[in-house]
T-cell receptor
Framework: DSGVTQTPKHLITATGQRVTLRCSPRSGDLSVYWYQQSLDQGLQFLIQYYNGEERAKGNILERFSAQQFPDLHSELNLSSLELGDSALYFC???FGEGRNQPQHFGDGTRLSIL | AQSVAQPEDQVNVAEGNPLTVKCTYSVSGNPYLFWYVQYPNRGLQFLLKYITGDNLVKGSYGFEAEFNKSQTSFHLKKPSALVSDSALYFCAVDGNNRLAFGKGNQVVVIP
C-alpha cells in the first residue's frame, strides 16, 4: 500500500460533462503529481503542486485544471469531456519537490467517456 | 526535452532465467533515472533509482540496474526471474523536475 488514496476508482460519464478526481497524498508528503495513462499516449505528466502552489506543468489540456488544498489533498477537474479523455488518471506524491525522490502512486481513477 | 526509449514491447523469459529490460534515455545535464513496476489495476511501484555514484544500483525484490553514461542506458536486471515478476515495467528520467516515462515493457515469466 503506497499510502496515496484516489477516489473514485471508476467513473463513467458522457461527452461534454465535467468530473472531479480526488487525491489524498501519503501522510507527510507535500508534493502531488497528476498523470494520465492511455494505450496510445502512454504515461503522461500533467501537473505538479507543492504545498498548495503549482510547480510544474506538462501536457495538460486547457479543459483540465487542478488545485491543492491547505490539507494537501488535490483535485483534478476535467471539463467538456471528449471520448479521447478516457484513460487512467494517477496521482503520486513525494515529501519534497526535489528530483531525486521516488514518487508514490495511488491506484488510479479509471475514467470512461461514453 | 528529456525522453526514454524502451525498445521491446514484451519480454518473455523462463522462470529461473536472467531477466533484462532495456532502457535508453536522452536528457540534457545529469540524469536522474528510475524504474517502476505496474501490476494489473494498480499504480506504479518504485523499484530503484540512479542519482549519482556507483553505476550498479540495487533495488527492491532482487532487481538491479546498471547506469552506462556512454551508451545512455539504464537496463533493469534480475538474476533469476520469478512468475510473480510478470508485470509492466517503466523506465523514467527526470531532466527538469518532471518525470518522462518510457512506453513500458510487458514482462512475461513462463513457469
Amino acid at each position: 500500500d503506497s499510502g496515496v488514496t484516489q477516489t473514485p476508482k471508476h467513473l463513467i460519464t458522457a461527452t461534454g460533462q465535467r468530473v472531479t478526481l480526488r487525491c489524498s497524498p501519503r501522510s507527510g508528503d507535500l508534493s502531488v503529481y497528476w498523470y494520465q495513462q492511455s494505450l496510445d499516449q502512454g504515461l503522461q505528466f500533467l501537473i505538479q503542486y507543492y504545498n498548495g502552489e503549482e510547480r510544474a506543468k506538462g501536457n495538460i489540456l486547457e479543459r483540465f485544471s487542478a488545485q491543492q488544498f491547505p490539507d494537501l489533498h488535490s483535485e483534478l477537474n476535467l471539463s467538456s469531456l471528449e471520448l479521447g479523455d478516457s484513460a487512467l488518471y494517477f496521482c503520486a506524491s513525494t515529501f519534497g519537490e526535489g528530483r531525486n525522490q521516488p514518487q508514490h502512486f495511488g491506484d488510479g481513477t479509471r475514467l470512461s467517456i461514453l | 526535452a528529456q525522453s526514454v526509449a524502451q525498445p521491446e514491447d514484451q519480454v518473455n523469459v523462463a522462470e529461473g532465467n536472467p531477466l533484462t529490460v532495456k532502457c535508453t534515455y536522452s536528457v540534457s545535464g545529469n540524469p536522474y533515472l528510475f524504474w517502476y513496476v505496474q501490476y494489473p489495476n494498480r499504480g506504479l511501484q518504485f523499484l530503484l533509482k540512479y542519482i549519482t555514484g556507483d553505476n550498479l544500483v540495487k533495488g527492491s525484490y532482487g532487481f538491479e540496474a546498471e547506469f552506462n553514461k556512454s551508451q545512455t542506458s539504464f537496463h533493469l536486471k534480475k538474476p533469476s526471474a520469478l512468475v510473480s515478476d510478470s508485470a509492466l515495467y517503466f523506465c523514467a528520467v527526470d531532466g527538469n523536475n518532471r518525470l518522462a516515462f518510457g512506453k513500458g515493457n510487458q514482462v512475461v515469466v513462463i513457469p
